[in-house]
């Protein structure tokens, strides 16, 4: 029996399960066609990102049906913003997903019911492996398995300089360690923002391209990077 998670809510805790989903379907890019006087066709602007896509799960369910239809309802209605949403269809990956509704139940008696959930998901469907933090050396190459470029969160302990490709990062003042998080643009110690202990180069934050990456660090005493890998 197939089941989701988003959050905290197991929808095998309501003895509702999952019989397929839209797995298949992927965010269209973002882009801008505009027409260019003089020029046959068109021409596309795209900043390489892409839009949101609705996922449906197929649910069904038996036993105390009205009871643990009300119990998911009322738990997925009283979330807010994005969260974790796996699945065991596709185990090796979770997407953030906001609970948008409609819950609509298709068909249902006393002991059996059919209904769909509906999710606004980012996206990007992240591996879980992209999860596991990798302790680093300098000089050492970290290969970033996918087609797409990745965001990571890179945690320093001390002062000093690390680079990955082209693009370093000072990090000026230390208490302990600091997280430089490239998927929110932040650099932060648990919730004390330490912006200003930062200098970028060209005001950007270091990325994981497709491929080999080459990291180099002086001053730190210890690097760690959870690389957040994903694919569409």
């Known amino acids: 029996m197939n089941y989701f998670v988003f959050g905290k809510i197991n929808t095998n805790d309501y003895s509702l ?3 397929n989903k839209n797995q298949f379907e992927g965010g269209g890019k973002r882009e801008e066609v505009i027409t260019v006087p003089g020029k046959n066709g068109t021409v596309s602007i795209s900043d390489g990102t892409f839009e949101n896509i609705k996922l ?7 036993g105390e049906i009205r009871q643990n239809i009300a119990g ?60 596991r933090v990798r302790t680093v050396t300098s000089g050492m190459t970290l290969k970033n ?8 969160l890179i945690r320093v302990y001390g002062t000093g300089t690390l680079t990955i490709n ?29 912006n200003n202990n930062i200098v970028l180069t060209n005001g950007l ?7 080999n ?3 180099s660090f002086t001053g730190f005493t210890q690097v760690t990077i959870k690389p957040n890998w994903w694919i569409r």
């Open 166 to 194: 082209s693009i370093s990062v000072q990090i000026t003042a230390a208490n302990e360690y600091t997280d430089i998080d490239s998927e929110i643009e932040e650099t932060y110690k648990g919730s004390t923002n330490c």
């Open 56 to 62: 449906t799960y197929q649910m069904y369910g038996k």
């Open 145 to 152: 398995p996918t087609n797409n470029t990745a965001k990571p």
């Open 213 to 215: 990456n080459t990291i």
């Open 72 to 131: 998911l309802r009322d738990a997925l209605g009283a979330t807010s913003g994005y969260m974790r949403l796996a699945d065991s269809l596709e185990p090796d990956v979770f997407i953030k997903a906001r609970y948008s509704e409609p819950f609509t139940v298709k068909s249902s008696d006393r002991k059996n019911a059919a209904l769909d959930i509906e999710f606004d998901c980012d996206p990007r469907r992240f591996l879980k492996n992209g999860e």
């Open 17 to 19: 399960y999952v019989a």
């Open 205 to 211: 934050y270091p990325v994981l391209t497709p491929g």
